[in-house]
C-alpha cells in the first residue's frame, strides 16, 4: 500500500522559512519521480513542484520560483520541500504525490497518493 506521511508545516511570519518532509512507503521510492502539491482554503489542488528520481531534474510554479527548494532523499524515502520568503498566498495544506514515471510529467501525477497533507499558515 502507497503511504505518504507529510510534516513539518507550521504557523509562521511572512518572510519565514518552514521545511517539509515526506516520508514514503509502500513502494519503490527511487524509482519515481515526486511532487508536492498545495490546497488552500476554498480553492482547487495546485502543483507546487517536482523532482525526478535522479534529483538532477527540478521544475516550480512560476508562484514558488526562486523562493521553494523541492529535494529528495532516496535513502531515506523522504522527499523535502525548503520553503522560504513565505507570503500569506502560501497558506494552504500541502501534500505529497507520487508520478508513474521516473520524471515529472503532469499527465503521470497520482493525486491519490497523497497522504493527509501538513498545513502552512504565513500570517503576522
Known amino acids: 500500500e502507497v503511504r505518504m506521511v507529510e510534516s513539518g508545516g507550521g504557523l509562521v511570519q511572512p518572510g519565514g522559512s518552514l521545511r517539509l518532509s515526506c516520508v514514503a512507503s509502500g513502494f519503490a521510492f527511487s524509482n519515481y519521480a515526486m511532487a508536492w502539491v498545495r490546497q488552500a482554503p476554498g480553492k482547487g489542488l495546485e502543483w507546487v513542484s517536482g523532482i525526478n528520481t535522479g534529483r538532477v531534474g527540478t521544475s516550480y510554479a512560476d508562484s514558488v520560483k526562486g523562493r521553494f527548494t523541492i529535494s529528495r532523499d532516496n535513502t531515506k524515502k523522504t522527499l523535502y520541500l525548503q520553503m522560504n520568503n513565505l507570503k500569506p498566498e502560501d497558506t494552504a495544506v500541502y501534500y505529497c504525490?507520487?508520478?508513474?514515471?521516473?520524471?515529472?510529467?503532469?499527465?503521470?501525477?497520482?493525486?491519490?497518493?497523497r497522504g493527509q497533507g501538513t498545513q502552512v499558515t504565513v500570517s503576522s
Open positions: 504525490a507520487k508520478y508513474a514515471s521516473t520524471v515529472v510529467n503532469r499527465l503521470t501525477l497520482d493525486l491519490g497518493s
